[in-house]
């Protein structure tokens, strides 16, 4: 997970206005600049579990 966060904070320092991860469980993550958000502020009713 180390990866991911270094290429979250890559994203970030690049001016991204949203880092979106998923990991192995299908579950989303949403990023900004201030941290962690409970939901993408961008696409508010982007699914937090994406379904196979």
Do not use: H, T
């Amino acid at each position: 997970m180390e990866e991911m966060e270094f290429k979250r904070n890559l994203y970030l320092e690049a001016q991204a206005m949203e880092v979106w991860l998923c990991n192995e469980e299908s579950q989303m993550k949403f990023y900004n600049k201030q941290g962690e958000l409970e939901q993408s502020l961008l696409v508010p009713n982007f699914p937090k579990q994406i379904k196979r």
